[in-house]
């Protein structure tokens, strides 16, 4: 049977919205170090499956893009807007024309107002649309909330970090992603990291066995 709900390293591409400083250090739904990590391990995935990612920055001459991020992909200059909906950008909506996908998964912040409009806006344009919640951040923790419920009802699809990690890769016997995927795990995964490399280590050693 064809899939058509599970997201595939194929079928979909990755919006990373206005991830930078003066946005973390006014967000008190998450701890903004948990999000930067979130993000970064998204970034990374992002990049060892060969998903197409779009950043966006908004008004960065006064704040720029979290360095960790820019560093995972510093051959791409983020779309820089001053609307507050990405969606109303232009440049925003070609590139995501431009990769022929249907699929969408975006983080952003905030979650109440640069996550929420644009997943709106691409749900009304017939887009399926995943939005990851723990890389994503609101003013408050009601307003985070809130939007994440206003996104769900409109037809919104919310899913975790690493939920999306494993979703991809899905089987370990994929070996040109597992190493890395397991690599990924270690550094942002925190104590289910570390359960995972036990894991894929015992894994390791049963196959050199054999």
Request: aromatic share 8%; net charge negative.
């Amino acid at each position: 049977m064809k899939e058509t709900t599970l997201l595939t390293p194929d079928n979909h591409v990755l919006l990373l919205i206005d991830h930078q400083y003066l946005q973390l250090l006014t967000i008190r739904s998450h701890e903004a170090a948990t999000v930067i990590n979130n993000t970064v391990a998204l970034a990374k995935s992002a990049k060892i499956f060969h998903v197409p990612v779009l950043l966006t920055t908004a008004f960065a001459e006064r704040q720029e893009l979290v360095k960790e991020i820019r560093d995972i992909y510093p051959e791409q200059t983020p779309i820089d807007r001053t609307t507050l909906n990405s969606w109303e950008d232009e440049r925003v909506v070609e590139w995501v024309k431009g990769t022929g996908k249907k699929k969408l998964v975006i983080a952003g912040l905030w979650t109440e107002v640069c996550l929420q409009m644009p997943v709106l806006s691409a749900l009304a344009d017939g887009y399926e649309v995943y939005f990851v919640t723990d890389a994503s951040g609101g003013a408050t923790l009601e307003a985070h909330q809130m939007a994440v419920q206003r996104m769900i009802q409109a037809g919104g699809i919310p899913i975790t970090t690493w939920s999306y990690v494993s979703e991809l890769q899905r089987d370990w016997s994929r070996e040109e992603t597992a190493g890395a995927v397991t690599k990924l795990f270690e550094e942002h995964g925190g104590g289910f990291g570390q359960g995972l490399r036990w894991e894929w280590q015992l894994l390791n050693l049963k196959e050199g066995t054999r």
